[in-house]
């Protein structure tokens, strides 16, 4: 079993910078560095929507059209961690953000693929 807890969401105002953080941790020293790892969101009355994944070694990322250009996913395997660094935020980026390990290694957009999620963290973005 893996445990994600995300951190960093909040307020902010559109054209500001936010940058939310993932610490996973498992029973017997279980990581996740083996594991693809991604982020997801959903707002109000939305479905949860694919946000950004990266592989297993931080090789290769992939983002949501509407992110990219603007978010940074990126993790560090010695700390068991993962970010996604959010710019330029725009009032349509608010929403609960989740952090989620994959079942394979490779990157991946679809949110079956995925075993664990966290609890998720707020983003409110005003303008």
């Known amino acids: 079993q893996v445990r994600l807890v995300e951190s960093g969401g909040g307020m902010a105002q559109v054209g500001d910078s936010l940058k939310l953080s993932c610490a996973a941790s498992?029973?017997?020293?279980?990581?996740?560095?083996?594991?693809?790892m991604g982020w997801f969101r959903q707002a109000p009355g939305k479905e949860r929507e694919f946000v950004a994944t990266?592989?297993?070694?931080?090789?290769?990322?992939s983002y949501a059209d509407s992110v990219k250009g603007r978010f940074t996913i990126s993790r560090d395997n010695a700390k068991n961690t993962v970010h996604l660094q959010m710019n330029s935020l725009k009032p349509e980026d608010s929403a609960v953000y989740y952090c989620?390990?994959?079942?394979?290694?490779?990157?991946?957009?679809?949110?079956?693929?995925?075993?664990?999620w966290g609890q998720g963290t707020p983003v409110t973005v005003s303008s």
């Open positions: 989620a390990a994959a079942r394979s290694s490779t990157v991946v957009a679809t949110a079956e693929h995925y075993r664990y």
């Open positions: 498992g029973a017997s020293g279980r990581t996740v560095s083996n594991n693809a």
């Open positions: 990266i592989s297993w070694n931080g090789g290769s990322t």
